[in-house]
């Protein structure tokens, strides 16, 4: 069984660009979560999305966004960055709402703004 | 506002000394706690998850208490190795109806010397 695949692993951009991210849960996971890992602040945790809607959300600016698709893929996209947006983005996938299985993450992407 | 801290930050044992690692959560009303780990550069690896209703789990080497009531788990890891190097996170997730997001500690990063 596939993991959780997220694509692409690196990606440079500059300040004021946008940036999409995209996930690929594991099969029949129909939960996709989104965190930000920094040396100074931690994982923290986005948004997460079930069943095409997002249900949770953290405590980010409306430049981070995200969706689902009905294939349970799902995109996080970021405008206008900015240096402190420089973060290794992960994805997380389970099967279902609090049931208490494991969440399951990719190996992120590592996004620099120059 | 729950609040997850681990403590030490940094730990470094000679190989087949046992590990003892320890996070601490604010919040008792946990759903679930949930240690990973993680390599540097990569995602996360889920190591064990425990129920609030259980009060440990064991996988190999690997043994996690729970102790809701004092907001503590500990992750036991016995005759370590040095391919035990690396940084171990700990996460709760709250009552079922908050879905699946993660409150994480710091994280402990530890290495284990041959």
């Known amino acids: 069984k596939a993991g959780v695949t997220q694509t692409p692993r690196y990606l440079i951009k500059t300040r004021g660009q946008q940036v999409t991210l995209s996930c690929s849960p594991i099969?029949?996971?129909?939960?996709v979560s989104w965190y930000q890992q920094t040396p100074g602040q931690g994982l923290q945790f986005l948004f997460e999305?079930?069943?095409?809607?997002?249900?949770n959300k953290g405590n980010f600016p409306g430049r981070f966004s995200g969706r689902q698709f009905s294939n349970s893929r799902s995109e996080m996209n970021v405008s206008t960055l900015e240096l402190g947006d420089s973060a290794l983005y992960l994805c997380?996938?389970?099967?279902?709402?609090?049931?208490?299985?494991?969440?399951?993450f990719g190996d992120g992407t590592r996004l620099s703004i120059l | 506002k729950q609040e997850v801290t681990q403590i030490p930050a940094a730990l470094s044992v000679p190989e087949g000394e046992n590990l003892v690692l320890n996070c601490s959560f604010t919040?008792?009303?946990?759903?679930?706690l949930q240690w990973f780990r993680q390599d540097p550069g990569k995602g996360l690896t889920s190591l064990l998850l425990i129920q609030s209703s259980q009060r440990e789990q064991t996988s190999g080497r690997l043994n996690a208490s729970l102790d809701k009531s004092s907001g503590r788990s500990t992750l036991y890891i016995a005759a370590s190795q040095p391919g035990d190097s690396a940084t171990y996170l700990c996460?709760?997730?709250?009552?079922?109806?908050?879905?699946?997001?993660?409150?994480f500690g710091g994280g402990t990063r530890v290495l284990v010397k041959p």
């Open positions: 919040d008792s009303a946990i759903y679930n």
């Open positions: 996460a709760v997730s709250l009552i079922k109806a908050a879905g699946n997001k993660l409150t």
């Open positions: 099969s029949g996971h129909r939960s």
């Open positions: 999305y079930f069943s095409e809607t997002q249900r």
């Open positions: 997380a996938s389970s099967p279902d709402r609090g049931d208490g299985q494991p969440q399951h």
